[in-house]
């Protein structure tokens, strides 16, 4: 059987995603879809607008085969390390390849990227930007734009860049796919032809436009939506208490570079809100979503240390939902690889590696659940299997 591997956040699931979906299916070929999906804490920073059981369930709703958890140490962080957590649980999975949307929409020239980006004096320039204050993604930037262009390292060009240093080091076999983002931009407020991203979504859900949010999305994701949804902002208060309480914890935290954590603790000590303190600490090396990260970092108590573990192995490999041809997918995984045991809250004393790691996740979901309450299930339910 071969599977085709969607790395998502579906943060909400909209009709981009379903054209993604269909395109994926037409261009690889493939047998079975497999979405390997933020659980609930995203890479940008913030916790997801709805839990992932609802999204799983939207997934499954609108054609995707099976939905595994891309858990939060790896959905929580830089591209580099949300990429490498995906790649490796989709290898894990034996997807044949991924399928992913990207502005330049040639993976050849992503490549080319990966490539010039290997090179010594490439290092040695990003370490030099690195010094005179910029941030790595900005450094990143600089050098690519000036050899491949401006706008070469749009939102999805980077992620698709990072899927394939991914797969190059770790060995994989995967094949790489990319279809071309077109209509609407990663960060367009607008929409075209029913087509919005996932940016100008959200940013019509704080305004609460749903006239225009109804014609953008499946009707049951639209239902769905008129939920209370979770934002960074619900969630300042218990990161604010955090700092507070423990501020000698905050330098093992990631991403909290030598003596950040007295920045961090002074700021949120004179702030109540989220918007206060990204006034006081967003700089032009801490950018927005990176200073997000931090904080939702210090929220799940993310640390190096955890940090270091999850990037040599991967601890285990969570199933959020399946049709029938997805449970077909994993007896067939089953009865021919000798794969880690794919894990419920049910069968959690059976686990492969490392309990603790993953009995920690279930913890940051009840963080979660503090301020937006839901059912813990064994699996998504599928209200309209064919």
């Not at 954590?261 to 006081?280: G, Q, S």
């Not at 794969?339 to 309990?355: A, C, F, G, T």
């Not at 996740?361 to 503090?370: A, F, V």
Request: glycine share 4%; proline share 2%; charged share 30%.
């Amino acid at each position: 059987m071969k599977a085709c591997g969607l790395i998502v956040e579906y943060n909400p699931f909209h009709n981009g995603h379903k054209y993604h979906l269909m395109k994926a299916r037409e261009i690889t070929k493939c047998d079975l879809t497999i979405a390997c999906m933020s659980g609930n804490y995203l890479q940008r920073g913030e916790p997801a607008l709805l839990n992932k059981w609802l999204r799983a369930e939207m997934a499954i709703e609108n054609k995707v085969d099976l939905v595994v958890e891309l858990p939060s140490f790896y959905s929580n962080e830089s591209a580099e390390i949300f990429a490498l957590g995906a790649i490796k649980i989709l290898d894990y999975l034996r997807a044949d390849s991924i399928c992913f949307g990207s502005e330049v929409g040639e993976v050849e020239i992503l490549q080319d990227i990966v490539k010039f980006s290997e090179r010594k004096e490439f290092s040695e320039k990003i370490k030099e930007l690195l010094k005179e204050g910029i941030s790595y993604p900005n450094a990143m930037r600089i050098l690519i734009e000036e050899e491949f262009g401006e706008n070469s390292l749009n939102p999805n060009n980077i992620l698709g860049i990072e899927y394939i240093r991914a797969i190059k080091k770790i060995n994989s076999n995967i094949k790489s796919f990319t279809i071309k983002r077109e209509k609407v931009g990663y960060f367009d407020l607008g929409f075209k032809d029913e087509i919005a991203s996932a940016t100008g979504i959200r940013a019509m859900l704080k305004e609460k436009e749903y006239d225009k949010l109804k014609k953008l999305m499946p009707s049951r994701t639209y239902e769905i939506l008129m939920d209370k949804l979770a934002f960074l902002d619900d969630y300042y208060t218990l990161i604010k208490f955090k700092v507070l309480n423990d501020k000698d914890n905050l330098r093992n935290i990631t991403d909290m570079e030598e003596g950040l954590w007295n920045r961090v603790y002074d700021i949120c000590k004179k702030t109540n809100t989220l918007e206060e303190f990204m006034e006081e600490f967003v700089n032009k090396r801490y950018t927005l979503s990176r200073t997000k990260r931090i904080l939702c970092h210090i929220l799940l108590n993310l640390t190096n240390k955890e940090r270091e573990v999850v990037k040599q192995e991967l601890p285990f490999v969570r199933v959020l939902a399946f049709n029938k041809k997805g449970a077909e997918y994993l007896k067939y995984l089953k009865k021919n690889y000798e794969i880690i045991p794919l894990i419920s809250n049910k069968n959690v004393n059976n686990l492969l590696q490392d309990k603790e790691l993953f009995e920690r996740e279930l913890d940051r979901d009840e963080i979660y659940k503090l301020i937006h309450p839901y059912i813990e299930q064994k699996f998504a339910i599928n209200k309209k299997e064919d």
